[in-house]
Structure formats: C-alpha cells, structure tokens
T-cell receptor
Framework: DTAVSQTPKYLVTQMGNDKSIKCEQN?????MYWYKQDSKKFLKIMFS???????INETVPNRFSPKSPDKAHLNLHINSLELGDSAVYFC??????????????FGPGTRLLVL | QQQVKQSPQSLIVQKGGIPIINCAYE??????FPWYQQFPGKGPALLIA?????SEKKEGRFTISFNKSAKQFSLHIMDSQPGDSATYFC??????????????FGQGTTLQVKP
C-alpha cells in the first residue's frame, strides 16, 4: 500500500491557469509538508501542517495556497501559474514525537510544467 | 543564505569504491542531521541520520561521520554498488517548541557507481 500518494503525477498547463495537487497519507501521521524541487534538484520546504494547522509558511508567493481538510490530506492550490512554477512538488508526512524530528516520508512527486 | 552546503555536486566511482559526500552547516542550533537518497523519478527516502551527541553512526554499508566543532558531517558508502547510483541529500533541522520538523537540505550530490 502506498504510504504517501500524490495526484496527478504529471501536470502540463498554460501560464495563467489555476491548478491543484492532492496529497494523501495513510501512515497516521500528524504532520504533512509540501516541498518544491527545482530543475537543479534543490529541495526547499514550502509549507507544513500539523493536525490541520499551518505551522510552516516559507517565503512563497501567495498564489500558492495549501489546504488541509483533515490530517491525512494536504492539497496545494496554485493560482495564475507562471513559468517559474515549473518544478517537481513533493508531499511528505511525519510523526513528530518527543524528539520533534522524525523521518519524513515523501510521496512520488508531481511534475508540473507550465508552458 | 544557504545554511547547509553540500559537495561535490556529482561523483563517479567504480564498483567497490568508497564515495564520500560532505556537508557543512552554519546554524549551531541544528541538532538532527539526516541523509536522504533519491532515485530518478522517485521521492527522497531517509537513508541514515545522526544527532550531534555521537561522532559516527553506521547502518550497513552507510556511515555518517560528524564533526561538531567543524560543523561538518559526511556520508561514506562502503563497497559501493551500481544500485547505489542516486542523488544524495544531506539535511539539518533543529528542535523547537513549535515542533515544526523543518528540514534544510543541501544542494544534492548525484552519485554514479560504474560496474
């Protein structure tokens, strides 16, 4: 069974469009994340939710809006897509315990190409 | 500001060789240092992690060496195999009351192990 799943796997769209990426985890984790991996493979955190509450909001354009309907789902909506948004977007989840630093499990990624 | 610097960017070794990937960090508050492995088309997956109270951690063929005073840590892969060919990311995070689990990633090292 897939632990962290994302849909769609590929997304090709025109500049100016609005699109959403969905993420679901069946690990029972409390915390979920969105990362962006650029063409040079650099990974940068965008957002994190803990039990549906936003806890990390990095310097990301407000065209990006995460939404967590429940702690197993974290979706990413992107308005007015720009060429520079082309990247691979990864969802991840973890179960922070007393150590506050637990393994993050990544999904397979969504490859977004903006034309 | 790049808080975690990783080198080299790419590395080619022969099967059986011992590739070494180095990372340096700036923030002395970091207290958790994982390494993630990413195969093409897949999400990153935790390989091994270390906390600064130990200088070395070994799991199978993978070893992390940690030098707290120099603010450096490295990954060694013993008896490397073609199946180890992947991109490797070091990362760092710090314990905080907000329980964020925020990982700061290095730039990644693409490793190729030749048969």
């Amino acid at each position: 069974d897939t632990a962290v799943s994302q849909t769609p796997k590929y997304l090709v769209t025109q500049m100016g469009n609005d699109k959403s990426i969905k993420c679901e985890q069946n690990l029972g984790h409390d915390t979920m994340y969105w990362y962006k991996q650029d063409s040079k493979k650099f990974l940068k955190i965008m957002f994190s939710y803990n039990n549906k509450e936003l806890i990390i909001n990095e310097t990301v354009p407000n065209r990006f809006s995460p939404k967590s309907p429940d702690k197993a789902h974290l979706n990413l909506h992107i308005n007015s897509l720009e060429l520079g948004d082309s990247a691979v977007y990864f969802c991840a989840s973890s179960l922070p315990g007393l150590a506050l630093q637990e393994t993050q499990y990544f999904g397979p990624g969504t490859r977004l190409l903006v034309l | 500001q790049q808080q975690v610097k990783q080198s080299p960017q790419s590395l080619i070794v022969q099967k059986g060789g011992i590739p070494i990937i180095n990372c340096a960090y700036e923030n002395t508050a970091f207290d958790y240092f994982p390494w993630y492995q990413q195969f093409p088309g897949k999400g990153p997956a935790l390989l091994i992690a270390i906390r600064p109270d130990v200088s070395e951690k070994k799991e199978g063929r993978f070893t992390i060496s940690f030098n707290k005073s120099a603010k450096q840590f490295s990954l060694h892969i013993m008896d490397s195999q073609p199946g180890d060919s992947a991109t490797y990311f070091c990362a760092a995070s710090r314990r905080s009351s907000s329980n964020t689990g925020k990982l700061i990633f290095g730039q990644g090292t693409t490793l190729q192990v030749k048969p």
